[in-house]
C-alpha cells in the first residue's frame, strides 16, 4: 500500500467497503484512478462492537435475472455476467450456480406490492409469476413455468399449496456468498493498486476543491470526488439526509442433518409469493462457518423500521429478532417443506435499506458526492453492476434516472 501524506488528493473516495462500495472502487481502481476505500471490516465480537455492521455477513443472497420488475432483472444480468471474471481474478469463489425456483398464485395481485417504491418490496409485483415470465423472456433468461404438480414432482420435499403455481429458472441462478464477494472485490480493489483503510468515516465534507473524509482515528482522506456506499448507515453522514427505510429483519435458520442434507440436495433458492401469507425467501442448504449447514428462510416485508444508527447497531447485535416474524416464517418454513418442522432452529438479525423509488439511489447529492445506496433487501446478486454504476457517475457519466436519488 502507497502511504499518502495528509494534503495528498486522492482522484476518488469510495466510503463503505460492503458490496456497493468494494465494487465501485474496484471498477474506479481498474480504470486507473488513484483511489483510497474506507472499508471498516466485519466486528469480530459484534456484541460489543461500536462501528458500523453491514448486510452482507452472512453466506448466502439468492441471485437470479427473473424479477417481477424489469430494471431490477437488468441490473442482476449485468452483474450476473462478470461473475466469473471476479472469480477468477481474485481466486475467491463467490457464486453457486443452482436454480431459482418462483411459486406464486396465478394471476394474485399483491395490491401492496404493485410498484416498487416507498419502502415496500417489488418481490411480489403484478402477478409475481406472469411478471417474471415476462421479464425473463425479455431478458433472454432460461425460465420455466411449472404447475403445483410439477413442482412436487421436480422438488418432491416442496408443498406448495393447490392454487400455487411456479417457474424454474436454470444456472446462472442460485446463490451468491455475500461475505466472499466482498472480499473478492475488496482483493482486486488492492490489486489495482488503491488505498484501502480499515476505518469508519465520521464526517464527509463537501468543501470547495475537494471532499474531505475525516475518519475515526483522525485520519483526513482528500478526493477529488467521492463515493458514499454506507448501506443503512449512509444518512448518517449527510447534510441532506436521502428519503430512506431502515427496515429490521429476523432471519430463521433450520438446521439439517445428515438424512436432511441429502432429501434438500436439489433445493432451488426460492421466492414464494401466497395469496394469505407474506412473501419469504428461501435458501438451499448452505454449510456456515460453524461447520453445520442451514436452510435459511426469510419474510420479505415487514415494518419495522429503525431510525438512528444505534437503533441500527443495536437491532446487528441482538440475535433473537422480531418474535412474530420468526413465528411467520417458521410456519411458512414448516408448510413448504414439512421435513423441516423438527429440525433445530435458530435466528439472525440483519437489515434492508430501502427507497422510496424501490430501486438503488445512484446519484449525485452535491458537486462532489455521489451515493450507491439502497438494496431494498435485493441488491447483493447486482451489486457490481449497482458499483459500475456508481464508478460511471463520478466519471462524469449519465445513469438511468429511474435511480436518481430522493431526499427526505
Ligand atoms: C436478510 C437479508 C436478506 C437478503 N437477501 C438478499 C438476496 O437473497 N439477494 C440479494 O441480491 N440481496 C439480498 N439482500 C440485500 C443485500 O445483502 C444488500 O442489498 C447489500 O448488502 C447492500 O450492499 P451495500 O454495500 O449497500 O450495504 P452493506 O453490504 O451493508 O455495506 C455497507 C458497508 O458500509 C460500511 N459503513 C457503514 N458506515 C460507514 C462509515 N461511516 N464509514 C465507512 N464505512 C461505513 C459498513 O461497514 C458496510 O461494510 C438481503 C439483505 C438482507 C439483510
Not at 475467491?92 to 395481485?109: K, S
Not at 477529488?224 to 453522514?237: Q, T
Not at 431502515?246 to 439439517?256: E, S
Not at 444508527?309 to 413465528?327: H, L, M
Request: charged share 20%; glycine share 10%.
Amino acid at each position: 500500500m502507497t502511504v499518502y501524506g495528509p494534503n495528498h488528493i486522492f482522484d476518488f473516495a469510495v466510503i463503505g467497503g460492503g458490496l456497493f462500495g468494494a465494487a465501485g472502487a474496484r471498477h474506479l481502481a481498474e480504470a486507473g484512478h488513484e483511489v483510497a476505500l474506507l472499508a471498516p471490516p466485519e466486528p469480530e465480537e459484534p456484541a460489543t462492537h461500536r462501528g458500523p455492521f453491514g448486510s452482507h455477513y452472512d453466506e448466502a443472497r439468492i441471485t437470479r435475472v427473473l424479477d417481477a420488475d424489469p430494471l431490477w432483472s437488468q441490473l442482476a444480468q449485468a452483474a450476473i455476467s462478470r461473475y466469473e471474471e471476479i472469480e477468477t481474478a481474485s481466486g475467491v469463489t463467490f457464486h453457486h450456480p443452482n436454480a431459482y425456483l418462483g411459486i406464486g398464485v396465478e394471476g394474485f395481485r399483491e395490491t401492496k406490492y404493485d410498484e416498487p417504491g416507498r419502502f415496500e418490496s417489488s418481490t411480489g409485483g403484478t402477478d409475481f409469476v406472469a411478471a417474471s415470465m415476462q421479464v425473463g423472456a425479455a431478458a433472454n433468461a432460461s425460465a420455466e413455468a411449472l404447475s403445483d404438480d410439477g413442482i412436487r414432482e421436480r422438488f418432491p420435499f416442496l408443498h406448495p399449496g393447490a392454487n400455487e403455481s411456479g417457474f424454474v429458472e436454470g444456472p446462472p441462478a442460485g446463490h451468491v456468498n455475500p461475505r466472499a464477494l466482498a472480499r473478492a472485490q475488496r482483493i482486486l480493489v488492492e490489486a489495482a493498486g488503491a488505498t484501502v483503510l480499515p476505518r469508519t468515516a465520521v464526517t464527509v465534507t463537501d468543501a470547495i476543491d475537494a471532499v474531505d473524509v475525516l475518519t475515526d482515528d483522525a485520519t483526513r482522506v482528500l478526493a477529488r470526488r467521492a463515493l458514499l456506499a454506507a448501506g443503512a448507515y449512509s444518512n448518517d453522514l449527510l447534510i441532506r439526509p436521502l428519503d430512506l427505510e431502515v427496515q429490521a429483519r429476523t432471519l430463521v435458520f433450520a438446521r439439517l442433518d445428515a438424512t436432511l442434507r441429502n432429501s434438500l440436495a436439489s433445493m432451488p433458492s426460492i421466492i414464494h409469493v401466497p395469496s394469505e401469507a407474506p412473501t419469504t425467501y428461501l435458501l438451499p442448504p448452505v454449510t456456515y462457518p460453524d461447520g453445520e449447514t442451514y436452510v435459511k428462510i426469510g419474510v420479505d416485508a415487514w415494518h419495522n423500521p429503525l431510525r438512528t444508527p444505534t437503533e441500527i447497531s443495536n437491532w446487528f447485535k441482538s440475535t433473537d429478532g422480531d418474535d412474530d416474524e420468526r413465528a411467520t416464517a417458521d410456519r411458512q418454513l414448516n408448510a413448504l417443506i414439512p421435513s423441516l418442522a423438527d429440525a433445530p432452529k435458530h435466528t439472525s438479525t440483519c437489515v434492508y435499506t430501502m427507497t422510496a423509488s424501490g430501486y438503488p439511489y445512484v446519484g449525485m447529492v452535491s458537486e462532489r458526492l455521489g451515493v450507491a445506496v439502497g438494496g431494498n433487501g435485493k441488491g447483493a446478486k447486482s451489486s457490481d453492476e449497482i458499483g459500475r454504476l456508481g464508478a460511471a457517475l463520478l466519471l462524469g457519466e449519465e445513469v438511468d434516472p429511474r435511480l436518481a436519488p430522493r431526499f427526505a
